[in-house]
């Protein structure tokens, strides 16, 4: 999923760069994509995906246990401990 959206967000600069439309096209999609970003549903949706995320990935690792490289169960470790159980990279809070 990350890398999807970063490939459609690659996707909408390179549009936007490449568009031949003028400065009046580059503001509309500007802020065509702000609304959208501020939108309480996608928030929300976004917020619901890196929880999910995050269990997810936390129950696969507790399945495969000890077949995990060190090296990737340590950093796995590690990113849990810099977050809080609150905190996500979304910049969305619980409200």
Request: glycine content about 12%; hydrophobic content about 35%; charged content about 30%.
């Amino acid at each position: 999923m990350r890398y999807r959206l970063t490939f459609i967000a690659g996707a909408a600069v390179g549009y936007v760069l490449g568009a031949r439309a003028g400065r009046e096209r580059y503001e509309e999609l500007r802020k065509g994509a702000r609304r959208i970003a501020q939108n309480p549903a996608v928030r929300n949706t976004a917020e619901t995906a890196a929880v999910n995320g995050r269990a997810l990935a936390g129950r696969a690792l507790g399945k495969v246990g000890d077949r995990v490289p060190g090296s990737v169960a340590d950093r796995v470790r590690s990113l849990r401990e810099q977050r809080s159980p609150d905190e996500d990279e979304w910049g969305t809070s619980n409200t």
